[in-house]
Structure formats: structure tokens, C-alpha cells
């Protein structure tokens, strides 16, 4: 289990979209378009090159693509020898996005939350799905890998084995089945936008089936164990173990003490866990680490069930830290798709 070496940066309030499930969607600074100075920007990216990170993701608040700090920071992580990623809605128009691969992207996280109408509803942003499909495709033509993640939710759920087929038509490099996170101002407002976990076990299920059929890396982020297959327990990353998922990003900005990163690790998942039964009991519960308290209230418990027996397949690493979590050939990655190279 290695640490994430992704030093995540937030750029700016600007956004084109008004999704249904977004983090600061009563945020009074979204769509206001605040930007982050850069100066900020590069001491956290100084910051984390000092811990040990190599990688540089811009992830928001609102979407990276529209800031003017976008080329700074990826030029900034080129002259230190640092990989740049983002994710976006791939929605800002293409010839923007040439330019940042021009400059030296990596790849980009495209936020794909539904297909044709769907995605449209969900950002309430008509042409939403018609300009990210134009990016993809050209991804796909110039041969450059992307990734991709779906949050699921009421208005897409049903569809999610169709949206694995639709990015593996366009050999996705990476795919995250994404579960809503209750926080910050969704704490009265959870069931305007989450699927109860046991309904979206199903369709979960299938769409991982045909990612596994391909040999597609994929990761379940944020799902209880209890509503999986325990087939489908490697690929499910929750808050416990988030800052050893190469593609997340490390939240302590340093990699060289494990030790003190193991530990902030578990107490960011103790924050939003349930502390109680049926996870208190779980024998999974070293790998799930319990699930979202919030999220559970939502749905009366969310008929969570604590798990009795260790699956035969997975008693050589059960009582390891992290033994699930290293099956999975996409935890074994480094965050980084194409080779960076030095700017200087």
C-alpha cells in the first residue's frame, strides 16, 4: 500500500454548469468566479514537491478548465519535473483543452455523470453531453488516455451499465463508480440526490462485470461493502484508505512518513463513519471503515449489515492494512498516465 503522491489544488469558483449533486451547490462563491491566486497555488504545489509528491491535479471548486491559472499550473509542475491532471466537465470548449495538452497535461478526469438527456438534466446545462462527447472523441483520436468517473445518483443510476459501455467504446483508460458525499451544506438534503446503497448494487455490479471482462481499471469509490458482492470488495476505495488511492490526492502533502499518513488516513475516515452497529462488529469494517453516517441517517440505516465470515479468496491478506485495497491493479498505479518530462 503506497501513499497517493497527487498534490491536489483547487484554482478557481468559476463554473458553466449547475450539477444537481455538487459539493458547494449553496455555496454562495460559486459561479461568482472567484480565482485562487496563483501565488497560493504554487506554495501548496512547493508544499507538497517538499513531501515527496510528483503530481499536481486540479480539481476545483468550480471547474478547473476556466481559470486562467490552468497553463500557469500545468507549465509550474513541468519545470519542477511534475506530472499535471484535471478534472473536468470537458465541457468548455476543445480547442481550450488542446491547449492544455499543448502545454503538457497528462490526462484529464472527465466527470461523466449520465448520457445524452441525462447528463444535460444533471447539469442543468443543455449541450452538456454533446461537448464532452466532442472532447472525448478527440482524446480518442489523438490517442490520448482519459479517465473518467460517474457519480451516481437518482437521475443516472439506471443507466450506469450503458455509460461503461459508452466510455469503453472509447477504451476509457480508468473508470470510478463515484458515490455521493454528503458534506458540507447536503446535510439536510441527501435523498434531493442519493440512491439508497441497495439499489444501485445491481447496476454497479453489471458495469463492473463488463469493465472486468475488458481488463479496464476501475475503482467503487465510496460504497458499503454489505451492498457488494464481496467479488467486487478490491475495487471499493471509501474514506479510510482514500489517501492510498494513487488516483485521489494526498490531503497531508507529504508521502515519506507512512506511519503519520496511515493514521491521518483512518481519522479522515473515522470522521464521517458510522461508529456504531452493525459496523462496529463488521469483520470488514478494517477495510470498509464504516460507512457515511450521513449518507445511512438518509435512508433509516440504509439496511447495513455487518459481515460475519471472510471470504475464502481473501483470508491471506484479510488482517493486512490494506490487503484488499492492493488486489486491485488500479491501486498499483501512480496516479500518472504519460511520462512527464522536465521542462527546465
Known amino acids: 500500500m503506497e501513499p497517493c503522491r497527487r498534490v ?12 444537481r449533486h455538487c459539493f458547494y451547490l449553496r455555496n454562495g462563491q460559486l459561479h461568482r468566479g472567484g480565482e485562487v491566486p496563483f501565488q497560493e497555488i504554487r506554495a501548496k504545489i512547493d508544499k507538497g514537491r517538499a513531501g515527496g509528491l510528483d ?3 486540479m480539481v476545483g471548486y468550480g471547474e478547473p478548465s476556466l481559470s486562467k491559472n490552468a497553463i500557469p499550473v500545468i507549465e509550474y509542475a513541468k519545470h519542477h519535473g511534475m506530472a499535471s491532471s484535471m478534472i473536468t466537465n470537458g465541457a468548455t470548449g476543445l480547442e481550450r483543452f488542446k491547449r492544455f495538452f499543448g502545454a503538457g497535461l497528462d490526462h484529464v478526469h472527465i466527470s461523466a455523470h449520465g448520457l445524452d438527456g441525462t447528463l444535460d438534466k444533471i447539469t442543468k446545462t443543455p449541450g452538456s453531453f454533446q461537448k464532452q462527447t466532442e472532447l472525448k472523441e478527440w482524446l480518442v483520436s489523438e490517442g490520448i488516455p482519459y479517465r ?59 458495469g463492473a462485470d463488463r469493465l472486468i471482462e475488458k481488463g479496464t481499471l476501475f475503482t467503487i469509490r465510496y460504497h458499503p461493502f454489505c451492498h457488494l458482492s464481496p467479488m467486487y470488495w478490491k475495487y471499493v ?33 473515522e470522521s464521517v463513519s458510522i461508529k456504531t452497529e452493525p ?8 477495510h470498509c471503515g464504516g460507512w457515511n453516517q450521513r449518507y445511512a441517517d438518509a435512508f433509516n440505516g440504509a439496511d447495513l449489515k455487518a459481515i460475519t465470515e471472510v471470504p475464502g479468496e481473501y483470508e491471506p491478506v484479510w488482517h493486512r492494512e490494506g490487503g484488499l485495497h492492493d488486489l486491485n491493479r488500479a491501486n498499483c498505479q501512480s496516479g500518472t498516465i504519460r511520462r512527464v518530462e522536465n521542462g527546465n
Not at 454528503?182 to 448494487?201: I, S
Not at 492510498?244 to 503519520?260: G, H, I, K, S, V
Open 8 to 19: 491536489g489544488v483547487d484554482i478557481t469558483w468559476k463554473c458553466n454548469w449547475r450539477c
Open 55 to 57: 503530481h499536481v491535479v
Open 148 to 206: 473518467t468517473n460517474v457519480t451516481m445518483q437518482i437521475l443516472n443510476y439506471t443507466e450506469i451499465p450503458d455509460m461503461v459501455d459508452f466510455e469503453l467504446a472509447r477504451s476509457v483508460y480508468h473508470f470510478v463508480f463515484l458515490g455521493f458525499l454528503p458534506h458540507y451544506e447536503w446535510k439536510e438534503h441527501v435523498n434531493t440526490v442519493a440512491v439508497h446503497p441497495g439499489k444501485l448494487r445491481g447496476y454497479i455490479e453489471e
Open 237 to 269: 476505495v471509501n474514506a479510510r484508505y482514500v489517501h492510498f488511492d494513487p488516483w485521489e490526492w494526498n490531503y497531508d502533502l507529504q508521502a515519506d512518513n507512512l506511519d503519520r499518513l496511515r493514521k491521518y488516513s483512518v481519522n479522515c475516515g
Open 279 to 286: 459496523c462496529k462488529s463488521c469483520l470488514a469494517y478494517r
